[in-house]
């Protein structure tokens, strides 16, 4: 299972720092992805990391604000992200994988979304 929070209303220029705990068998996956649907927009990835911490990757219109992080010790994986865009207004999925992937296909298992809305 897991379980995403930190959502809010933030206005542009702000930061919100969005966690994913996971538990059960999601946290023998090695890798924890978050991804984001925006509304009438299809589900799009925005980074990754490995538990080991050996490897994290951003997507381009992302790269340079956000910053993914985790704690092994607590099976939570963060999202910081700074700099917020109206844009970047949308559901943010946390989901754990078998491997490094941008492709959501990749990814077994799903958190709720919780909903970030950065205002003008």
């Known amino acids: 299972q897991l379980q995403a929070s930190g959502g809010g209303l933030v206005q542009a220029g702000g930061s919100l720092r969005l966690a994913c705990e996971a538990s059960g068998r999601t946290t023998s996956a090695p890798v924890m992805g978050w991804f984001r649907q925006a509304p009438g927009r299809d589900r799009e990835f925005v980074a990754f990391?490995?538990?080991?911490?050996?490897?994290?990757y951003y997507s381009d219109s992302v790269k340079g604000r956000f910053t993914v992080s985790r704690d092994s010790a607590k099976n939570t994986v963060y999202l910081q992200m700074n700099s917020l865009k109206p844009e970047d207004t949308a559901v943010y999925y946390c989901a754990a994988g078998p491997h490094i992937a941008t492709s959501m296909r990749i990814y077994d298992y799903w958190g709720q979304g919780t909903l970030v809305t950065v205002s003008s």
């Open positions: 990391i490995t538990w080991s911490g050996s490897s994290s």
